[in-house]
């Protein structure tokens, strides 16, 4: 079983910047490909980025693809999510996921380890 523990999130205005941080516990994180989601009020939860176990493959949402970056250090069982030029859209709680593959998937269900979540709101 893996633990993950997000952070990073708060207040911004738009246009501004955060980054998430994702600390995991756990012998298999290395070896797991991981994902950001987000979840707005009223909405479902909504793929947001992805990367396999190595960091070498990403994959993004198209509502955030050349503002936001994910990255993977294993060294540090710590993934991220670079979050550049955000808008009021993005304002949601962000969740980090682990799959127990090292491939990358936008497929929620196929997550087997989920975080607590993080609060981002961006003010217009």
């Known amino acids: 079983q893996v633990r993950l523990v997000e952070s990073g999130g708060g207040l911004v205005q738009a246009g501004g910047s955060l980054r998430l941080t994702c600390a995991a516990s756990?012998?298999?994180?290395?070896?797991?490909?991981m994902g950001w989601f987000r979840q707005a009020p009223g909405k479902e939860r909504e793929f947001v980025a992805t990367?396999?176990?190595?960091?070498?493959?990403?994959r993004y949402a198209d509502s955030v693809k050349g503002r936001f970056t994910i990255s993977k250090d294993n060294a540090k069982n710590t993934v991220y999510l670079q979050m550049n030029s955000l808008k009021p859209e993005d304002t949601a709680v962000y969740y980090c996921a682990g799959r127990i593959s090292t491939d990358i998937t936008m497929d929620p269900s196929e997550y087997k380890n989920w975080g607590q979540g993080t609060q981002v709101t961006v003010s217009s």
């Open positions: 756990g012998r298999s994180f290395s070896s797991s490909a």
């Open positions: 990367i396999n176990w190595i960091g070498l493959i990403r």
